[in-house]
């Protein structure tokens, strides 16, 4: 299984950006589709974004789309979330997920691999 690292969290005011990373290793980045999932305290984790290991084809959920964009660099086996116009609830642990051959899937059980998470804080 590939290992993934998160990065870029942090804390941010309302109308603010924050660009997250995910860096995978033990693996090719370029044979996955990779989710991004958020959790926030006293929730069930939720679906983000995701791009597909083929085409690269992206899917977002509907409370971050057009403010958030997804997207991978296969030559540095990262993945990237750049989200913009935060809003406070959009504050929750952000994680990253691989699913080797996917489609870009809502679903976090189909998701393989999962990194340990970096926290996102928006403040009003």
């Known amino acids: 299984q590939v290992q993934l690292v998160e990065s870029g969290g942090g804390l941010v005011q309302a109308g603010g950006s924050l660009s997250l990373s995910c860096a995978a290793s033990g693996g090719t980045l370029s044979s996955y589709a990779m989710g991004w999932f958020r959790q926030a305290p006293g929730k069930e984790r939720e679906f983000v974004a995701a791009i597909s290991w083929k085409h690269s084809r992206t899917y977002y959920a509907d409370s971050v789309k057009g403010r958030f964009t997804i997207s991978r660099d296969n030559a540095k086996n990262t993945v990237y979330l750049q989200m913009n116009s935060l809003k406070p609830e959009d504050t929750a642990v952000y994680y990253c997920?691989?699913?080797?051959w996917g489609s870009g899937s809502t679903l976090a059980y189909e998701y393989d691999s999962w990194g340990q998470g970096t926290q996102v804080t928006v403040s009003s």
């Open positions: 997920a691989a699913d080797a």
